[in-house]
């Protein structure tokens, strides 16, 4: 079924609605899933939420997200939820999941880390419940509890 | 235990039972049971940072226990300085050795090299990151000298905020109920996220300016160097220098039976005074390298069980 927000951000036949991320964030969830897509992206922002107060809407045309788009947005937008459209209607429902091994998904901000001076993946591994969850490199071991910056 | 071929990368990756092993089995090979032991083993020791004490430490006790050492002390002279990865050189070394004992500024090398060599690598430092041995061989001084590790009254002074050997060996002494006390200038406190840690695993902490604001007697008392080399202001530098030392007469009130420890070098904050005090232990403790670093030498090569 349609919500009423989602009529509000121009309705999609078939596609990727990102509903719930906290305000103001969905810009950096279009930044994740790069403008260049196929199809029309909409943004919402600032929707009423129950559970958040706040919430924003980002619904694309015919994308399918990638496991590696998945946790991306999952790091940055942690109560954010999917919904797939197929024919205008929702036709999966999911959660989100903030994987407990991320890597080559964010960058390390420490300039001595080994992952910013020789040829080596990033690895981060999550700490933490998984709404309030920080990040630890494997290779340096510092901890940051921002890790949608890290993106 | 088994642990061949197993790298020491960070003292993280061990768990309480595998500390307390380890630090058991230091004390087995201190003995003299495991003589001779590294007989037929080759140790290489990659220094990419100079470390004359650390070095000497492991190349002494892999001699110490009839093994053989090869590898270089000053980075200028290795592959590194022609373009050389790390990767590269740790899968070339490999080839040539049982094991590699390596320190590297760069954070996160030790892990790196574990991944890609086929011997198992010996964190001896990279950078302000890790430097396993020297909590192991700080746990092995302790449960030396107090006889256990549960539930002991630890005071860490100096520089808590960049001394990476009072952040590991905290982090270790948190499987063992341990009561911290920090003693420290407000602006070289323990890092936030440290403390975090230790709040998660159930552990209490005070933080104080001056060891006799300890809210309890110590049983060790664990002193570090304010590290000028980590300051880029030398005025905030001047401003904490020299802030601690401890004298013979320091031992009262909450001080009066802790076992003073240092990891060395030392500059003022312990007087030479201090040296003939039967609390002082931070000789010993620089001498508890030599058995716990063969006990990890024998370990990862399969020499010791």
Avoid: W
């Avoid at chain 2, 642990?3 to 090979?29: A, C, P, T, Y």
């Amino acid at each position: 079924m349609t919500t009423p927000e989602a009529r509000k951000v121009y309705a999609i036949d078939s596609g990727t609605v990102i509903d719930h991320i906290p305000s103001p964030l969905a810009l950096k969830v279009v930044d994740i899933l790069g403008v260049s897509q196929k199809g029309i992206l909409t943004v919402g922002i600032n929707f009423p939420s129950e559970k958040l107060g706040k919430k924003d809407i980002v619904k694309v045309e015919n994308l399918k997200l990638t496991p590696q788009i998945t946790d991306r947005v999952a790091i940055v937008a942690p109560t954010a939820t999917i919904n797939i459209i197929e024919k205008g209607k929702v036709v999966e429902k999911r959660p989100i999941e903030v994987p407990r091994e991320l890597r080559d998904i964010l960058r390390c901000p420490n300039p001595n880390c080994v992952t910013n001076i020789e040829q080596v993946p990033t690895h981060f591994v999550r700490e933490g419940r998984k709404k309030n969850f920080s990040v630890r490199c494997v290779y340096c071991e510092r901890k940051y509890n921002n890790p949608g910056e890290l993106i | 235990m088994e642990m061949k071929n197993r790298s020491i990368v960070s003292i993280r990756d061990f768990s309480k039972d595998e500390i307390e092993q380890i630090v058991d089995k230091s004390l087995e090979v201190k003995s003299g049971k495991y003589s001779g032991a590294l007989e037929g083993k080759v140790l290489a020791t990659l220094f990419f940072e100079p470390s004359t004490r650390t070095r000497l430490s492991f190349e002494g006790a892999m001699v110490a226990m009839g093994g053989r050492v090869i590898g270089f002390a000053d980075p200028n002279i290795s592959s590194t300085k022609k373009g050389e990865s790390l990767a590269d050189t740790i899968k070339t070394v490999t080839g040539y050795c049982d094991v590699i004992v390596m320190r590297h500024h760069i954070e996160g090398a030790a892990r790196l090299a574990s991944q890609v060599a086929s011997v198992p690598v010996i964190n001896a430092g990279d950078g302000a990151n890790q430097h396993p041995t020297q909590t192991f061989l700080d746990l092995v001084t302790i449960k030396e000298e107090l006889g256990r590790l549960e539930e002991l009254r630890v005071g860490l002074m100096g520089d808590l905020k960049y001394g990476r050997t009072v952040h590991s060996l905290a982090v270790a002494l948190s499987h063992f109920h341990t009561n911290f006390v920090f003693i420290s200038p407000p602006s070289l406190r323990m890092p936030a996220d440290v403390k975090e840690e230790l709040k998660e695993a159930g552990i209490k902490f005070h933080e104080v300016t001056e060891a006799e604001q300890s809210p309890e007697a110590m049983d060790v008392l664990y002193v570090t160097r304010i590290q000028k080399e980590r300051f880029a202001d030398f005025q905030e530098y001047e401003k904490v220098a020299g802030v601690y030392r401890l004298t013979p007469n320091s031992l009262s009130g909450p001080c009066k039976n802790a076992k003073i420890m240092h990891p060395l070098p030392r500059v003022d904050e312990i007087s030479e005074e201090m040296d003939s005090s039967p609390n002082a232990i931070y000789f010993r403790q620089a001498h508890n390298g030599i058995p716990t670093r063969q006990t990890l030498l024998g370990l990862v090569t399969g020499a010791i069980q």
